[in-house]
């Protein structure tokens, strides 16, 4: 079984071609980091007519890179949401005219649970787990219990924690996207203990027993220290002390968050071998990953955190999540409709 995949629901256009033996055969994403650099954030209509620009080019890359022709797919998956919606259509409306053309089953694929079913693609993991999804737009604990079966443990009130970090080194002054900038900035600390106790910050929602996040405060209180600071361009020291000790309170919230979580889920499910799984693009940060695989050894857990590249938007975890659905023999109409909303918990029976 082999299967292409299509996304484009943010500002990576992406295609990819995965076989049901857990072979990437190709996997091809262009970002559009150029393209929204000026705006200091992705525009969506912006990120549509490039997705629209570059698709047809990276879908014949990754057919060329597989060495496969349209004839030899079992079929098209596509992301149908949640995202920006005109880039979202141009993904969905290129997997849907290959599939009528080619005669090829369709499958519609909700992002967020590609991302989800990623670590069975690399990693070959059973259910149920336990999964940390950060990225620049969502956070959320959720539990995977079988395809399409989804439990929403925990989420942001407010910002994503992806945003909170873009937000807050963009106060700092750092170039975006700004998370993988502020965590450079923070190598740059020489005395941690001094630098938290300089730009002491608040650890949102922690010791609450809901799983809930909050960060949009986190952000202020980075706001109110730099207006604080001399005006103009902040110190290289300053930019490095503020980013560690930012980085010290995301990991503290983290790990109390995550605890309880990891907590609840022996005491749900009883797994013999239970893990912990860290998706989207924040993922990348190795001081998180660094903080939960601590907390993951010390409770039992086992940390699953794919390879950087399949952790931030891709086009191989759609297929993945399309050869996931197309191994039970679900495939869908090809009038299912672009949603800029989704849930993860409204999958169940679609
Ligand atoms: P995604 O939404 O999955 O495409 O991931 C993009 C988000 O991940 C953006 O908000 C980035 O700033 C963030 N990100 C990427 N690398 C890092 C990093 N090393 N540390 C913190 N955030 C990061
Ligand atoms: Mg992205």
Request: some cysteine; overall charge negative.
């Amino acid at each position: 079984m082999i299967v292409l995949g299509i996304e484009t629901s943010c500002d990576e256009t992406a295609a990819a071609v995965i076989r049901d033996d857990r072979t990437i055969m190709s996997n091809l994403v262009l970002s559009q980091l150029e393209e929204h650099r000026a705006f200091g954030g992705v525009v969506p209509e912006v990120a549509a007519r490039a997705h629209l620009d570059h698709l047809d080019t990276l879908i014949k890359g990754a057919m060329d890179d597989a060495g496969i022709g349209f004839a030899d797919l079992s079929g098209v998956a596509a992301t149908c949401g949640p995202g920006l919606i005109g880039g979202v259509m141009v993904g969905m409306m290129a997997a849907k005219a290959i599939a009528a053309a080619c005669h090829l089953p369709f499958i519609a694929i909700n992002h967020l649970e590609a991302h989800a079913l990623t670590p069975r693609l690399t990693d070959d993991l059973e259910f149920p787990y336990l999964l940390l999804l950060v990225s620049g737009g969502h956070t959320q604990i959720l539990v995977a219990e079988a395809v399409g079966v989804y439990r929403h443990w925990g989420g942001t009130m407010d910002d994503a924690l992806g945003e909170c970090f873009d937000k807050s080194a963009k106060l700092m002054g750092l170039p975006y996207p700004g998370g993988p900038h502020l965590e450079q900035a923070a190598h740059g600390c020489l005395n941690p203990a001094a630098a938290c106790a300089r730009f002491p910050l608040p650890r949102p929602l922690k010791g609450r027993p809901e799983l809930d996040f909050s960060f949009s405060g986190l952000k202020t209180a980075v706001r109110a220290h730099v207006d604080k600071l001399p005006p103009g361009d902040l110190r290289r020291e300053d930019v490095a002390d503020l980013s560690y000790s930012f980085q010290d309170a995301i990991c503290d919230v983290l790990q109390d968050r995550l605890g309880r979580a990891l907590i609840k889920f022996k005491a749900t499910y009883q797994p013999t071998q239970p893990s912990l799984v860290l998706a989207g693009g924040v993922a990348a940060n190795l001081r998180i990953r660094a903080a939960l695989t601590t907390l993951a050894q010390d409770n039992g857990f086992r940390l699953v955190a794919p390879p950087v590249k399949l952790c931030s938007d891709n086009a191989a975890m759609i297929a993945w999540a399309g050869i996931e659905h197309l191994r039970l023999g679900h495939t869908h109409a090809l009038n299912v409709a672009a949603r800029p909303r989704w849930p993860l918990v409204e999958m169940e029976g679609f």
